[in-house]
């Protein structure tokens, strides 16, 4: 569907409009009664696949004090999709006449992308799987804005579950374009995914410094810096000082809890013994004298409840100023509200193809359980190699083969032949025998 404005990924803003609609939110929250005239007669549906506290009811709280309604699936189990109903005949149904808006939260990666797709409303990620919450990360970054009145270039520790959680992956694409310095600091077997450290480095030019989770205890020891030497080697040389990086202000600390819900075969949960837990004592450093310690929410122990008190305990404003920031999404998504800032146009574009096996290696990834319904598409990182993305999951694919899907010929991916091929034309195979059983025929080789 065209001409409808959805929020899929952190992408689809531009800086510009994230920070038009932090003032919005910071006028919303001056008193959020007095908005009720703004959204009156309209209706958003909370579809949620997964629970929630926050999110949906922040988002229904702004809704009602914009003066709409709402409408909520929050069980959906206790829906039609229960049933076996697909989601993108759920959203069709909810945008014809029963919602305005949609918000979304499901399991899958990319859920939220083909759910646009198929709405005639806009549609909201309220997070999919491991992928993307990119309202959690407005909600985040406002946080920031407010207490730090900044944003460009600021030192962030991203702790916890870095592989699965979808607040970090958000969080870290947007600081990364406010060209904020990224430290991971992941429990131990729970690193940032590759795909997201990919696509850090190649479309905002961002390489987080990844230290162990034992380093973060040496910045509680009494001194005015801390030398955080990254775990891997060749990470030193962005640094001119040989010891590593100096670090001497953070300026937040992003603590995540472990991702259980989403936890695969081959990820050692065992491993969650000696998980980081951040309290008065680790918090105590010079260089962590001004940071605020944030987190998402829910917790489990990664924060002790005697630091609730401290005033760099931010995770209750976080979620407090959910309300306005969700007000501002609401009514800018709804036509309520119309930004003035230009709109993100360095966002990859997406390239759909006609033909092929679905090469997305990732097997939550909605495309491997809407069949009905979802789109060949991708974004290319590069053509020499060639590398793609899934459009829905941004997992990178396992390409071996390309063929073009107007000769029905396939090359090896590296060839001469194979940087010819139209985007919309190529189609991505992991072997020969894929190419075969697809019935393209081999050339040049
Ligand atoms: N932070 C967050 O997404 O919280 P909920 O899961 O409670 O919505």
New binding site residues.
Partial sequence: MTGIRHLVSIDDLSLAEVMELFQRAREFGKDLRAWSHLCRGMISASLFY?????????FESAMLRLGGGVITAAEMKTSSAAKGESLADTVRVVGEGYADLIVL?HTSEGAARLAAENSSVPVIN??DGSHE?PT?TL?DLYTVWIEKERLEGIDVVLAGDLKHSR?IHSFAYALARFGANLICIPHQGFEMPNYVLARLKEEYGAQPLRVDASRLGEMAAESDAVYLTPQKPHQLSLFTDARGLRVDRVDAVYMTRPQTERHEVGDDKDSLEGYLTLGQEGMASEPLRNALLMH???RRDEISQEFDKDPRAMYFK??AR?VPVRMAILSVLMGRLELKARANENKKRLVEVVAGPNPCPNPTCISHTELRHVKANFTISSRSPLRAACGYCCRELPIAFVGCSTTRNFHSRDSAAAKQIRPDHLVFFRDEQEAESSGFVATGR
């Fill in positions: 997964e629970p929630s506290t926050r999110t949906r009811l922040s939260r309220a997070g919450h959690q909600c607040t998402p929410l829910p976080q979620a959910g």
